[in-house]
């Protein structure tokens, strides 16, 4: 068990809908990252937070958004949704920026 | 712009042999790097990690090399066994303005027993 918790473990939905994927860090970690995992192909960076703020952007669609609120958690809201949008995203947290980071068991997104 | 490479998609390797998983990166700003390993439907799991200031870090059956002139970082098994058996991606980061981890495409690692 990493200490990240990320909710729900599974989604199904239609095409054009939204969806808000949760993500608790490990306690006392300040850095959040998204990563998105299509097909069995790597880990996509998609954004990253620190403390509430902002840090980096990576390859995130427009139809994409998250942030992270006072208590750390952070949701990753994702619209309109297309069918190649189904992945597993996962939620990473760490201590220090840009060091270990540990992952939570994802959210599988499945886009019908 | 793939600034991690891992060029092996896959390796297969005789349990108790040695298992050698390389990763070339082109951004010489990184400064921090990092093995996870990875099994179907789960998240990452940190393996081990070492800074640009050392070219070796050990950890029980796994050791990182790191040549910084050759951008080139390895992770070796030893021994193998059949739980060793996932994919492995190689992660790096830099302490400034590249905080985040760029990840390889992993390489699927099968034990044979």
């Known amino acids: 068990d990493s200490g990240v918790t990320q909710t729900p473990k599974h989604l199904i939905t239609a095409t054009g809908q939204r969806v808000t994927l949760r993500c608790s860090p490990r306690?006392?970690?300040?850095?959040v990252y998204w990563y998105q995992q299509s097909l069995d192909q790597g880990l996509q960076f998609l954004i990253q937070y620190y403390n509430g703020e902002e840090r980096a952007k990576g390859n995130i669609l427009e139809r994409f958004s998250a942030q992270q609120f006072p208590d750390l958690h952070s949701e990753l809201n994702l619209s309109s949704l297309e069918l190649g949008d189904s992945a597993l995203y996962f939620c990473a947290s760490s201590v220090v920026e840009g060091r270990e980071a540990f992952f939570g068991q994802g959210t599988r997104l499945t886009v019908v | 712009d793939q600034q991690v490479k891992q060029n092996s998609p896959s390796l297969s390797v005789q349990e108790g042999r040695i298992s050698i998983l390389n990763c070339d990166y082109t951004?010489?700003?990184?400064?921090?790097f990092l093995w996870y390993k990875k099994y179907p439907a789960e998240g990452p799991t940190f393996l081990i990690s070492?800074?640009?200031?050392?070219d070796k870090n050990e950890d029980g059956r796994f050791t990182v090399f790191l040549n910084k002139s050759a951008k080139h970082l390895s992770l070796h098994i030893v021994p193998s066994q059949p739980g060793d058996s996932a994919v492995y991606f190689c992660?790096?980061?830099?302490?400034?303005?590249?905080?985040?981890?760029?990840f390889g495409t992993g390489t699927r690692l099968t034990i044979i027993p």
């Open positions: 992660a790096a980061s830099a302490e400034f303005g590249n905080e985040k981890l760029t």
């Open positions: 951004n010489s700003m990184f400064d921090y």
């Open positions: 070492i800074s640009s200031i050392k």
């Open positions: 306690s006392g970690d300040l850095s």
